[in-house]
């Protein structure tokens, strides 16, 4: 193996590092019974220095990074030792909004680096069954925050999820009553997170992505639920007066953002909510395989376009607040079967110059584990 061009890792190369630290056990549910494994003159980003850390070894053993350490570290013993000098170790990619349900998506999100994903609404408890399945090691792949059930008023093939669901194929989930009743069933189903709706979605000529959907109170009866279990509540959410009830009533994370005021984001700052903007989205309106786009063109975009992202965050508004202190964890979006990675944010980064380390952006589910970029 080869160092990729400029002493870069090419991506065929990524891949057998992270096979590598994967197979050491580095990944939930990898079986941490083998031996020790030392990685010789890698250079490492670990999300934490100024700058990289060039020429070192890690240590892995019992199935976890144990130190990181000068090159010719000593090594436990009957380690296994590889000599990766020119390569570079990053540390896992964080998908903080992902709709992975399938074997196929968590095969991929692993081989593209993602180690730890928090869902966003799938059908039933896909994402639980995965989680449950990567932790006990019968299927390699990321750390999974499932959501479960999507708390929204039609919750559709949700419904198959639980018999105590089957009503809402007929009926909306839209009393604080009902919201309670989705929640406690997600709650005992094993989810980790509650995703619940503040506005309309995008992307449909049915819907405006503006107009609120649950009000202050009703959102409040999902977080009050939520709570009474230990969990944290993330909102879907693009129109301000949506995105501002959902502030209100205590949501952890705002999804999207896009039409948040300066007023609104001020909220979002004091009120300690994280915003999850899923810009790549939005800049990939009118593109190739854009997800919300049909064979005759634009759905729904209205001003929901280039313009409102470039308001966001090229006229310095959207740059000052996250370097202001508003709180930003980001996913990604897949296209014509392709990652693509938040290209607004990085864009702003290169040439704004905002700080963007990983460590700062590892905190909103708390417990250690790190949800961001």
């Known amino acids: ?24 056990g580095t990944a939930r549910g ?7 494994l030392v990685l010789r003159g890698v250079n490492v980003v670990d999300g934490v220095s100024e700058t990289p850390r060039t020429g070192v070894s890690i240590h892995v053993v019992d199935g976890r990074i144990e130190r990181i350490a000068a090159a010719d570290a000593p090594a436990a013993e009957g380690a296994f030792e590889l000599d990766l000098a020119g390569y570079w170790v990053v540390p896992g990619l964080i998908d903080a909004h992902s709709h992975l349900n399938t074997l196929e998506a968590a095969r991929r999100a692993l081989e593209s680096g993602v180690t730890t994903v928090r869902t966003a609404g799938v059908d039933g408890f896909a994402d639980v069954g995965l989680r449950d399945a990567v932790r006990a090691g019968v299927l390699p792949g990321p750390d999974i925050l499932a959501t479960g059930v999507y708390v929204t008023p039609e919750i559709g ?9 089957y009503r809402f194929l007929s009926d909306s989930v839209d009393t604080p009553e009902e919201l309670r009743i989705v929640v406690r069933v997600n ?13 309309e979605r995008a992307g449909r000529p049915d819907t405006d992505p503006r107009e609120q959907v649950y009000t202050e109170s009703e959102l409040r009866a999902v977080v009050d639920e939520a709570a009474r279990h230990g969990l944290s509540v993330a909102a879907h959410a693009h129109g301000d007066e949506g995105i501002v009830a959902a502030v209100n009533a205590g949501v952890k994370s705002i999804e999207h953002g896009s039409y948040a005021s300066e007023a609104t984001l001020q909220l979002m700052k004091d009120s300690g909510t994280w915003l999850v903007p899923t810009l790549s989205s939005v800049l990939s309106f009118g593109q190739p395989g854009d997800v919300f786009v049909d064979g005759d063109g634009y759905i729904f975009v209205a001003d929901h376009d280039h313009d409102r992202v470039s308001k966001w965050h090229r006229d310095g508004s959207y740059v000052g607040w ?17 990652v693509r990675y938040n290209l607004g944010l990085s864009k702003v980064v290169d040439e704004e110059g905002v700080d963007t380390k990983w460590n700062s952006w590892m905190f909103l589910v708390g417990a250690g584990i790190g949800l961001g970029n």
């Open 1 to 24: 193996m080869t160092p990729g061009p400029s002493g870069g890792l090419s991506r065929a190369a990524a891949l057998v590092v992270l096979a590598l630290l994967v197979a050491a």
């Open 30 to 36: 990898q079986s941490p019974d083998r031996a020790p």
């Open 157 to 165: 093939n949700g419904g198959l999820a639980d018999p105590r669901l």
């Open 187 to 199: 709650a005992e189903r094993g989810a980790d997170w509650i995703k619940t709706r503040g506005t």
């Open 322 to 338: 996250i370097g202001g202190g508003l709180d930003v964890a980001l996913g990604f979006i897949r296209l014509n079967g392709d």
